[in-house]
């Protein structure tokens, strides 16, 4: 049996890139991605009007040359809210994916290497997943008080079970194969057998999981905050913009159409990107594209 190909491998074989601009779905979602996160990076500089500024003479205008995306209830410009909104959205998803990756590779790794921890580690990943995802971030917010950090620690030990169930997975396999069982002959240590030989072949998956995990991230953080769980209401979010916005349905639509495309056009960006990673990275799907 051949060792798994790794990113690495890949990347130096000719025809990637043109494999890559096949995937149209995948260049899309990465335009559409990096022109959202260009557009909170330097919100400051293109927002016209401060988020928290009120004008409660011009509440509810709908969009025109001045109000692009028209204002709320309170007179605030939805257009600047929108853009200082996708600022935190990407901020949580950043760090719940650097916190899920951290611990779901320590767990999957050590109940895929290590047969004696599989089985008890194993049951806790099922155990953390038996339960849906926005059930089990309310019941960790309410108990330690919402907050923005509360957010990522919460998120991110809700969505780490999810990569150490993949890292298990693949560990197990990896561990079995010849160049790891001539690692052990030799005496090689468990962690440099870890770090040399399964950690680097667990690329793929990680790369692929990660952006998923990013998406559900991002609208996890959005769904928190329209339940009112979430942030502070005085921080622009997707999900309180939407919160505050659905009493006006049918006067105003406009203050839940903007954030709402916001999320659905960041949440299906990242879907596209992790779907186009695992058709190039996966070496069986990557000879049909």
Same mark, same amino acid.
């Given at each position: 049996?051949? #060792?798994?190909?790794?990113?690495? !491998? +890949?990347?130096?074989?000719?025809? /990637? +890139?043109?494999?890559?601009?096949?995937?149209?779905?995948?260049?899309?979602?990465?335009?559409?991605?990096?022109?959202? !996160?260009?557009? *909170?990076?330097?919100?400051?500089?293109? #927002?016209?009007?401060?988020?928290?500024? +009120?004008?409660?003479?011009?509440?509810?205008?709908?969009?025109?040359?001045?109000?692009?995306?028209?204002?709320?209830?309170?007179?605030?410009?939805?257009?600047?809210?929108? %853009?200082? !909104?996708?600022?935190?959205?990407? +901020?949580?998803?950043?760090?719940?994916? #650097?916190? *899920?990756? /951290? %611990?779901?590779?320590?767990?999957?790794?050590?109940?895929?290497?290590?047969?004696?921890?599989?089985?008890?580690?194993?049951?806790?990943?099922?155990?953390? &997943?038996?339960?849906?995802?926005?059930?089990?971030?309310?019941?960790?917010?309410?108990?330690?008080?919402?907050?923005?950090?509360?957010?990522?620690?919460?998120?991110?030990?809700?969505?780490?079970?999810?990569?150490?169930?993949?890292?298990?997975?693949?560990?197990?396999?990896?561990?079995?194969?010849?160049?790891?069982? !001539?690692?052990? *002959?030799?005496?090689?240590?468990?962690?440099?057998?870890?770090?040399?030989?399964?950690?680097?072949?667990?690329?793929?998956?990680?790369?692929?999981?990660?952006?998923?995990?990013? #998406?559900?991230?991002?609208? *996890?953080?959005?769904?928190?905050?329209?339940?009112?769980?979430?942030?502070?209401?005085?921080?622009?979010?997707?999900?309180?913009?939407?919160?505050?916005?659905?009493?006006? /349905?049918?006067?105003?639509?406009?203050?839940?159409?903007?954030?709402?495309?916001?999320?659905?056009?960041?949440?299906?960006? %990242?879907? &596209?990107?992790?779907?186009?990673?695992?058709?190039?990275?996966?070496?069986?799907?990557?000879?049909?594209?």
């Amino acid at each position: 049996m051949n #060792a798994p190909a790794t990113p690495s !491998a +890949l990347v130096t074989q000719p025809g /990637v +890139l043109a494999l890559l601009l096949r995937r149209p779905t995948a260049m899309i979602g990465l335009v559409i991605i990096v022109v959202i !996160a260009l557009l *909170a990076i330097f919100a400051p500089l293109i #927002a016209p009007i401060p988020p928290g500024k +009120l004008s409660v003479v011009h509440r509810l205008t709908p969009p025109g040359p001045i109000w692009f995306f028209g204002t709320d209830e309170f007179g605030r410009d939805i257009f600047s809210r929108t %853009l200082y !909104a996708g600022r935190l959205s990407l +901020l949580v998803g950043a760090c719940v994916v #650097a916190i *899920a990756t /951290v %611990l779901g590779l320590v767990l999957g790794l050590l109940a895929g290497f290590f047969r004696r921890l599989d089985t008890p580690l194993a049951r806790i990943i099922d155990a953390l &997943m038996a339960f849906p995802d926005v059930l089990l971030a309310i019941a960790l917010v309410a108990a330690l008080g919402p907050s923005l950090l509360t957010i990522i620690i919460t998120l991110g030990l809700v969505y780490a079970p999810r990569l150490a169930r993949i890292v298990r997975a693949s560990t197990l396999v990896i561990r079995e194969l010849p160049f790891v069982e !001539a690692a052990r *002959a030799l005496g090689v240590p468990a962690w440099k057998i870890i770090l040399r030989h399964v950690l680097r072949n667990l690329t793929s998956p990680i790369l692929v999981q990660s952006t998923f995990i990013f #998406a559900h991230a991002m609208l *996890a953080e959005a769904s928190l905050s329209f339940l009112g769980v979430g942030v502070s209401p005085e921080v622009p979010t997707w999900g309180t913009m939407i919160a505050s916005g659905r009493q006006y /349905v049918g006067q105003a639509d406009w203050t839940i159409l903007f954030p709402g495309l916001a999320i659905v056009l960041s949440v299906l960006s %990242l879907q &596209m990107i992790g779907d186009g990673l695992r058709d190039l990275l996966d070496p069986k799907l990557r000879g049909q594209m």
